[in-house]
């Protein structure tokens, strides 16, 4: 059973489109993650929620929108696609308590604007 | 704020030869310390971590590493590397009162040559 995942694992848009990402755990953490990774590998925190809660918003374009409807799940949306939005993008998740120190991560979804 | 640097982006070993990856950080206060490995095309996988104790940390796959807080380093080595071990290596921390967001170093490329 995948514990982090993510669709679509591949996402080709046109510049100018708006564009959704979901993330789902079953891992019943409490904390969730968006990280960016650009073309060289360089990885970013992009938004935190725990309980659905906003808790971490890193300097991001207000084109980039998380929504939470319950905490298994951060979906991400992007409106009005840029060239520069292309990247790699990392849902992960955290538990609370206990052994909070640990992220675990999805796949990645990588998303190509032409 | 804290920061990670990955001293060598590409690090070539030949196949049981010993690796060492070199990390260094920045921070005014304490912080925990995270390997992460990345294979080709996938997600992110811990592979150790130091939160407190032994400076020595052993983790998956025979890898450790040794927190060293005079040098501020956490430096990740193997003694004898495997052509599996080909990846992309990510040095982070995590500072718990910042919302537990991890900030990673630049990477470092581990190709194992036969």
């Known amino acids: 059973d995948t514990a982090v995942s993510q669709t679509p694992k591949y996402l080709v848009t046109q510049m100018g489109n708006d564009k959704s990402i979901k993330c789902e755990q079953n891992?019943?953490?409490?904390?969730m993650y968006w990280y960016k990774q650009d073309s060289k590998k360089f990885l970013k925190i992009m938004f935190s929620?725990?309980?659905?809660?906003?808790?971490i918003n890193e300097t991001v374009p207000n084109r980039f929108s998380p929504k939470s409807p319950d905490k298994a799940h951060l979906n991400l949306h992007i409106n009005s696609l840029e060239l520069g939005d292309s990247a790699v993008y990392f849902c992960?998740?955290?538990?609370?308590?206990?052994?909070?120190?640990?992220?675990?991560f999805g796949p990645g979804t990588r998303l190509t604007v032409l | 704020a804290q920061s990670v640097t990955q001293l060598d982006s590409q690090v070539p070993v030949f196949e049981e030869a010993p690796v060492e990856l070199r990390c260094n950080y920045s921070?005014?206060?304490?912080?925990?310390l995270f390997w992460y490995v990345q294979y080709p095309n996938q997600g992110l996988q811990l592979l150790l971590k130091?939160?407190?104790?032994?400076?020595l940390v052993k983790g998956i796959n025979g890898f450790e590493a040794e927190f060293n807080k005079s040098q501020t380093s956490f430096h990740l080595r193997k003694p004898s590397v495997h052509i599996s071990d080909t990846a992309e290596y990510f040095c982070?921390?995590?500072?718990?009162?910042?919302?537990?967001?991890?900030?990673f170093g630049g990477g470092t490329r581990v190709l194992v040559k036969p």
């Open positions: 982070a921390v995590m500072i718990k009162a910042a919302g537990n967001k991890l900030t």
């Open positions: 929620y725990n309980n659905k809660e906003l808790i």
């Open positions: 921070s005014s206060v304490s912080v925990y």
């Open positions: 891992l019943g953490h409490d904390t």
């Open positions: 992960a998740s955290r538990k609370e308590k206990g052994h909070a120190d640990t992220q675990y």
């Open positions: 130091y939160l407190s104790g032994s400076t």
